[in-house]
């Protein structure tokens, strides 16, 4: 069985940082290219950031380059976001996605399997 299970979401306050985790299991974790999307309230679901199997490439929407850093340990079976310097506009469901052939890092199409999500609020 497929499975993602995101983690580490939160309240921060603006400036602060959260380290999101996502734990899978059912398929070859290390075959897959990763990424992180968000939906805030309202609004479509976005691509964060991504990373290609061997951890060779990561890629960053504008809105979070140099804020956040993805990162996956193909070890553990496990997919991280490192959120700093964090923004009342980064408030958002936090998944975490799982593509077998990605060409577009970008393009949420892409990805075959999506977590549930875990809650990331920036508020003073």
């Known amino acids: 069985q497929v499975r993602l299970v995101e983690s580490g979401g939160g309240l921060a306050q603006p400036g602060g940082s959260l380290r999101l985790s996502c734990a899978a299991s059912g398929f070859p974790f290390s075959v897959y290219a990763m990424s992180w999307a968000r939906q805030a309230p309202g609004k479509d679901r976005e691509w964060v950031a991504g990373i290609n199997r061997d951890e060779s490439d990561a890629y960053y929407a504008d809105s979070v380059e140099g804020r956040f850093t993805i990162s996956r340990d193909n070890a553990k079976n496990m997919l991280y976001l490192q959120m700093n310097n964090l923004e009342p506009e980064d408030t958002a469901l936090y998944y975490c996605?799982?593509?077998?052939?990605?060409?577009?890092?970008?393009?949420?199409?892409?990805?075959?399997?999506w977590g549930q999500g875990t809650q990331v609020t920036v508020s003073s």
């Open positions: 996605g799982a593509g077998r052939w990605v060409v577009d890092a970008d393009s949420l199409a892409e990805y075959d399997v």
